[in-house]
């Protein structure tokens, strides 16, 4: 192993991004195997299992190898762990795979993975005040350690359920820890290592996170609003979230236009192009659960309303920037661990050569095409057959980007 890469926690990335690969694939299949079943309750058992296959096998094993690569950079220190980052991603890869297996095939095991899960966000909300620690406290920080604070709120939430104990109704429960997991974990962490990276990625130089830190504090105090409304199910809280929510999202793509204004490079990159309209998803997610709240006739029942507002903010919002983030992060970390294995860098490519560029692209004009027809899908069926295979285009495309830069890395190494 290169011991620069070592240093970089490149192996910890890639590592965690090959299971997120994986977590792709089997939410591809899980949408094309589930295809009819996207017009019943989103809390049915076979959507509710394709949710945590996205959220806790896909983004989540994403999220936490770009946390031990890049936030000892956003905190100017060091990683506090490497030997716990390691048992946290193990355990949660462990814990997740096993969950979601449970809610396919049986219920029993469930209390046991989950508690692996809980087990591994404790590990990892110690390894960043450790992390953290080692370097200065920023506003990034800040956002990120209250985003692993609703994520362990969130698998409190989700361990009751998964051992039949229900505190509150059960749909209001479900709603509460979904957007607790929206908006507290995936949005806030999004933001706050976003507004690091954005303008590193860009070259936008002297920005000021004014913005970025309002709809951070906005995404940390909305799903307090948010409780309220799973207590006493009136539609004034949720009203008063969901403005609370919109103010968050205009906050921070307010902090985005001013990067591509102070850009340095001319052309948007296909990759950041896919970031940047990520913000998009959760504008038509909160106007689904707007009407949710609202009688509109049998053609747009509450249920299928609140589906399509998952479905926007998830594979939708999250998996847009997900994407976009990952065309920008894995080229720029392999660049960097392959620096120590020749002489000044010479004979190294450049980032964005190390990739496979014209898959971005593609992407770019294909995954937002499956969110928008999987949407339509719900309430529509021929939609949904347009969106399964789109989102089946995007990911096998997907696995050969990953694969094809894997290989690239592996053989440089070897030279």
């Given at each position: 192993?290169?011991?620069?890469?070592?240093?970089?926690?490149?192996?910890?990335?890639?590592?965690?991004?090959?299971?997120?690969?994986?977590?792709?694939?089997?939410?591809?299949?899980?949408?094309?195997?589930?295809?009819?079943?996207?017009?019943?309750h989103f809390y049915?058992?076979?959507?509710?299992?394709?949710?945590?296959?996205?959220?806790?096998?896909?983004?989540?094993?994403?999220?936490?190898?770009?946390?031990?690569?890049?936030?000892?950079?956003?905190?100017?220190?060091?990683?506090?762990?490497?030997?716990?980052?390691?048992?946290?991603?193990?355990?949660?890869?462990?814990?997740?795979?096993?969950?979601?297996?449970?809610?396919?095939?049986?219920?029993?095991?469930?209390?046991?993975?989950?508690?692996?899960?809980?087990?591994?966000?404790?590990?990892?909300?110690?390894?960043?005040?450790?992390?953290?620690?080692?370097?200065?406290?920023?506003?990034?920080?800040?956002?990120?350690?209250?985003?692993?604070?609703?994520?362990?709120?969130?698998?409190?939430?989700g361990a009751f359920?998964?051992?039949?104990?229900?505190?509150?109704?059960?749909?209001?429960?479900?709603?509460?820890?979904?957007?607790?997991?929206?908006?507290?974990?995936?949005?806030?962490?999004?933001?706050?290592?976003?507004?690091?990276?954005?303008?590193?990625?860009?070259?936008?130089?002297?920005?000021?996170?004014?913005?970025?830190?309002?709809?951070?504090?906005?995404?940390?105090?909305?799903?307090?609003?948010?409780?309220?409304?799973?207590?006493?199910?009136?539609?004034?809280?949720?009203?008063?979230?969901?403005?609370?929510?919109?103010?968050?999202?205009?906050?921070?793509?307010?902090?985005?236009?001013?990067?591509?204004?102070?850009?340095?490079?001319?052309?948007?990159?296909?990759?950041m192009v896919l970031?940047?309209?990520?913000?998009?998803?959760?504008?038509?997610?909160?106007?689904?659960?707007?009407?949710?709240?609202?009688?509109?006739?049998?053609?747009?029942?509450?249920?299928?309303?609140?589906?399509?507002?998952?479905?926007?903010?998830?594979?939708?919002?999250?998996?847009?920037?997900?994407?976009?983030?990952?065309?920008?992060?894995?080229?720029?970390?392999?660049?960097?661990?392959?620096?120590?294995?020749?002489?000044?860098?010479?004979?190294?490519?450049?980032?964005?050569?190390?990739?496979?560029?014209?898959?971005?692209?593609?992407?770019?004009?294909?995954?937002?095409?499956?969110?928008?027809?999987?949407?339509?899908?719900?309430?529509?069926?021929?939609?949904?057959?347009?969106?399964?295979?789109?989102?089946?285009?995007?990911?096998?495309?997907?696995?050969?980007?990953?694969?094809?830069?894997?290989?690239?890395?592996?053989?440089?190494?070897?030279?």
């Amino acid at each position: 192993m290169i011991p620069q890469a070592r240093a970089n926690h490149y192996d910890l990335l890639l590592s965690n991004f090959a299971i997120s690969l994986l977590g792709w694939a089997g939410t591809a299949y899980g949408i094309f195997h589930f295809r009819d079943s996207f017009q019943i309750h989103f809390y049915h058992y076979s959507t509710i299992a394709l949710l945590h296959t996205f959220t806790l096998l896909t983004i989540s094993p994403a999220i936490l190898g770009v946390l031990y690569q890049l936030l000892p950079v956003v905190v100017e220190g060091k990683l506090g762990s490497r030997s716990l980052a390691w048992f946290t991603s193990m355990t949660w890869w462990t814990g997740a795979t096993g969950f979601v297996i449970c809610r396919l095939l049986g219920p029993h095991l469930m209390p046991a993975f989950a508690g692996l899960l809980f087990l591994a966000i404790l590990s990892l909300i110690l390894q960043l005040l450790w992390t953290i620690g080692k370097g200065h406290w920023s506003n990034s920080a800040w956002q990120v350690l209250a985003a692993s604070g609703w994520l362990l709120l969130m698998s409190v939430s989700g361990a009751f359920m998964a051992s039949g104990i229900y505190p509150l109704p059960a749909l209001e429960l479900i709603q509460w820890h979904a957007w607790t997991g929206v908006l507290g974990w995936f949005s806030l962490i999004i933001v706050g290592l976003a507004t690091r990276l954005v303008p590193m990625f860009m070259l936008s130089h002297g920005m000021e996170e004014r913005w970025a830190i309002y709809a951070g504090s906005i995404l940390v105090v909305t799903p307090v609003i948010l409780l309220p409304d799973a207590l006493i199910e009136g539609k004034g809280f949720a009203i008063a979230g969901m403005l609370f929510v919109i103010s968050g999202y205009f906050s921070y793509s307010i902090y985005l236009i001013q990067c591509i204004r102070k850009r340095m490079r001319r052309r948007l990159e296909a990759a950041m192009v896919l970031f940047l309209i990520s913000f998009l998803f959760p504008l038509l997610a909160l106007i689904c659960v707007w009407g949710s709240l609202y009688d509109l006739g049998p053609a747009f029942p509450s249920h299928r309303m609140t589906h399509a507002a998952m479905i926007l903010i998830l594979p939708g919002f999250v998996g847009s920037a997900t994407l976009g983030m990952s065309f920008k992060i894995l080229p720029f970390m392999s660049w960097m661990a392959l620096q120590p294995g020749s002489k000044e860098g010479r004979g190294v490519p450049l980032p964005q050569d190390i990739g496979i560029r014209w898959i971005p692209s593609i992407i770019l004009c294909l995954y937002p095409v499956s969110v928008m027809a999987l949407t339509v899908g719900i309430f529509l069926h021929c939609g949904t057959l347009i969106g399964v295979f789109a989102i089946l285009g995007s990911v096998s495309l997907y696995v050969v980007y990953f694969l094809h830069l894997l290989i690239f890395v592996l053989r440089r190494r070897a030279i």
